[in-house]
Nanobody, 127 residues
Framework: QLQLLESGGGLVQPGGSLRLSCVASERAGHTFSNYRMGWFRQAPGKEREFVAGITWGGDFTYYADSVKGRFTISRDNTKNTVSIQMNSLKPEDTAVYYC?????????????????WGQGTQITVSS
């Protein structure tokens, strides 16, 4: 498994932008570039939901309909990082955001595929 650490959360006004980053620490036999990476979020009283995902080399990206066109996921395998740029933020984007990694080949949108999770970082969108 990877050890994941998110950063970049905080309070932002509606319409604003934030960038989250996640740094992966590799453990023996686990290489960052062998993992597809995703961002998930969980709002109070709601289930965790998929936000965005990116394949091993970054060739393909996937987004939840609710964030498509506003969020952009990227990765840098030379720095073991995955980031998500979030623009035009809305109050409904308020949640704890989690970085996650999967070695599986199932759906990148399915949180059950992931075996590495960060601690999460809070995003609050409010005026």
């Amino acid at each position: 498994q990877l050890q994941l650490l998110e950063s970049g959360g905080g309070l932002v006004q509606p319409g604003g932008s934030l960038r989250l980053s996640c740094v992966a620490s590799e453990r023996a036999g686990h290489t960052f570039s062998n993992y597809r990476m995703g961002w998930f979020r969980q709002a109070p009283g709601k289930e965790r939901e998929f936000v965005a995902g990116i394949t091993w080399g970054g060739d393909f990206t996937y987004y939840a309909d609710s964030v498509k066109g506003r969020f952009t996921i990227s990765r840098d395998n030379t720095k073991n990082t995955v980031s998500i740029q979030m623009n035009s933020l809305k109050p409904e984007d308020t949640a704890v955001y989690y970085c996650a990694g999967t070695q599986g080949t199932g759906s990148i949108r399915d949180g059950r595929e992931y075996n590495s999770w960060g601690q999460g970082t809070q995003i609050t969108v409010s005026s």
